[in-house]
């Protein structure tokens, strides 16, 4: 086996196979195009014998998949493929939702993380509905000449369609009119359209008057194709109602008579809803991966750029034996490397944190505290790097006393973001203002306005999303993971609070957080200030490390 040594193939197995997917699914990683596997999950094992693939799954072997996936594969781009079988052990058939999500090494090999999900149970469900449909349609066309049999027997069967936790009708072809519909069709339609009180107010009405559909005409199109072609037609829908988006998956299956003619179509429905969630939350998280593999790269190149460049200029200093001469051009180069050295703490600070407040682990150690005094000493403790940039900061607070329970280091963190937000988008000779105000008796409002560049509306809710740069083309004082603005508004949520922005292009944005006023801090007293202090000085190291001064 081969070192490991590519950046991107260890990104992958860190954030792809460090733990379980879900309880039907797996994730594997394999290099493009002999399919040798470099990482698994703990369930690819059992996935792989449910696929019929006989292998240990041993890290550097070469994956034979099935032909369906195999095809999937030679296609190259990321996609999604539904209803994949695959042959298991003793003649078992399972179903599989595929997801393949593409990643290329710059000059080096190409990876693909393999997600499988197991779709068999639903595969069944409609299996099961189908059957009972042909049973249906033989004994509507049955013919026999005993009324009361047969009407024992169609009651039975439509009670039994009715118990189906699927939307179940069936619609004359030429006509559309509805012949048939289940309870939860029923109930469906009778919640759209409030006149539907019974079902006879809808049996022998038109089926695509009450469903759903962007572009009627063409779908009705698709299922004449469908017909023409003797195959049934999935038609997908998405949808919102009472501020909730639904999707539906529903499959139009042509019923033939004695003669080979289509009589009547079955409407099959299903709520795909969670499905659909769980794939797009999926699609989600590959996403902000990949995001954060862009973005960490890009966070770690240049400061690595400067403090290599730093290194190789002392080297020729020495090699010149003039350390002397440049002593000061030496103190600059040294200041710039520290400084990096922050900015590269900060970066991993940063992804540790993140992680740990999403996954519940990220705890307040509060005490009561007069806020008045603490944004005071902050405000204090910015003003070099604010006078150095040109710009002045004032701290105008509504009262002079204001004891609010808070875990000082994280309230300091979350200011001092805010803070270094508004100096990066702001020019010299511009201000930049704290107000703390009262809301009411239970909250307390902090603020900061700068009077920068301002920030679109329409991009004013995801700016506190995960990787988010929404002025990617600045230049590079506005550089940045964008785990900044989403680590301060989790910290106000962890107390309590809330944080939001307003703006408006060429005139400022405003960031106000908004805490609950009240006592009993999880400790009592408060730390020594001097060592507060210090700790401060380091913080603000650490958070002004990418504004270059």
């Not at 797009?280 to 590959?286: A, G, Q, V």
């Not at 050295?341 to 740990?356: A, G, V």
Request: include cysteine; glycine fraction near 6%; aromatic fraction near 8%.
């Amino acid at each position: 086996m081969e070192e490991l040594n590519t950046p991107l193939l260890e990104f992958l197995l860190r954030n792809y196979c460090g733990a379980d997917t879900i309880d039907n699914g797996s994730t594997a990683i394999v290099e493009y195009p002999d399919c040798r596997l470099w990482g698994h999950d703990s369930h690819f094992r059992d996935t792989l014998q449910l696929l019929g693939m006989e292998t240990d799954a041993s890290v550097g072997t070469c994956l034979e998949f099935p032909p369906e996936i195999a095809g999937l594969l030679e296609r190259g781009a990321s996609v999604h493929e539904t209803g994949l079988a695959a042959p298991g052990p003793e003649g078992t058939i399972t179903y599989w939702d595929v997801t393949l999500k593409r990643f290329l090494e710059q000059e080096g090999p190409e990876y693909l993380v393999v997600t499988f999900f197991d779709a068999t149970a639903r595969e069944e469900e409609r299996d099961r509905l189908i059957g009972e449909t042909r049973d249906m349609r033989s004994l509507l066309n049955s013919g026999r000449s005993e009324p009361d049999e047969e009407s024992r027997e169609f009651t039975a069967l439509q009670e039994s369609v009715d118990e189906i936790s699927l939307y179940y009708a069936s619609f004359d072809y030429k006509t559309k009119a509805i012949i048939f519909l289940n309870r939860f069709s029923f109930q469906a339609f009778s919640e759209e359209w409030p006149e539907i009180r019974t079902e006879a107010d809808v049996i022998g009405k038109n089926f695509f008057n009450y469903y759903r559909a962007e572009d009627l005409e063409t779908l009705l199109q698709d299922i004449d194709e469908a017909v023409a072609n003797g195959e049934s037609y999935l038609h997908k829908l998405e949808f919102t109602k009472d501020g909730v988006t639904y999707h539906t998956k529903t499959i139009f299956q042509p019923v033939m008579n004695g003669q080979g003619e289509v009589e009547k179509i079955i409407a099959l429905g299903i709520d795909i809803s969670d499905e659909e969630m769980a794939n797009r939350s999926m699609e989600k998280l590959l996403k902000d991966q990949e995001d954060l593999f862009i973005n960490t790269s890009h966070e770690l190149k240049t400061p690595l750029t400067v403090i290599m460049s730093g290194a190789q200029l002392l080297d020729l200093y020495v090699e010149k034996e003039c350390l002397n001469e440049v002593r000061e051009e030496i103190r600059d180069v040294n200041k710039r490397t520290v400084g990096n050295c922050y900015r590269l703490n900060r970066l991993i600070n940063n992804i540790l944190d993140i992680s740990k407040i999403e996954s519940g682990l990220s705890e307040l150690q509060t005490a009561d505290y007069n806020i008045v005094d603490m944004i005071d000493r902050i405000v204090d403790s910015v003003t070099e790097y604010t006078k150095s940039e040109g710009i002045r900061i004032v701290f105008d607070p509504e009262v002079e006393e204001l004891i609010l329970p808070v875990d000082i280091v994280k309230f300091d963190r979350m200011l001092l973001n805010l803070i270094s937000n508004a100096i990066k988008f702001s020019v010299p000779g511009e201000e930049i203002f704290i107000r703390l105000e009262r809301k009411n008796a239970q909250t307390v409002c902090i603020s900061v306005r700068d009077e920068g560049i301002g920030i679109d509306p329409d991009n004013l809710e995801s700016i506190f999303n995960k990787f988010v740069q929404v002025n990617r083309n600045l230049n590079r004082t506005a550089e940045g993971t964008g785990l900044g603005l989403p680590i301060a508004k989790s910290l106000a949520e962890l107390h309590g609070g809330t944080i939001r922005a307003e703006s408006t292009l060429g005139r400022g944005s405003t960031f106000t957080i908004e805490l609950p006023i009240g006592t009993g801090g999880t400790r009592s007293g408060q730390p020594p200030m001097s060592n507060r202090d210090m700790d401060r000085d380091q913080l603000i190291k650490y958070e002004f490390s990418d504004i270059y001064l």
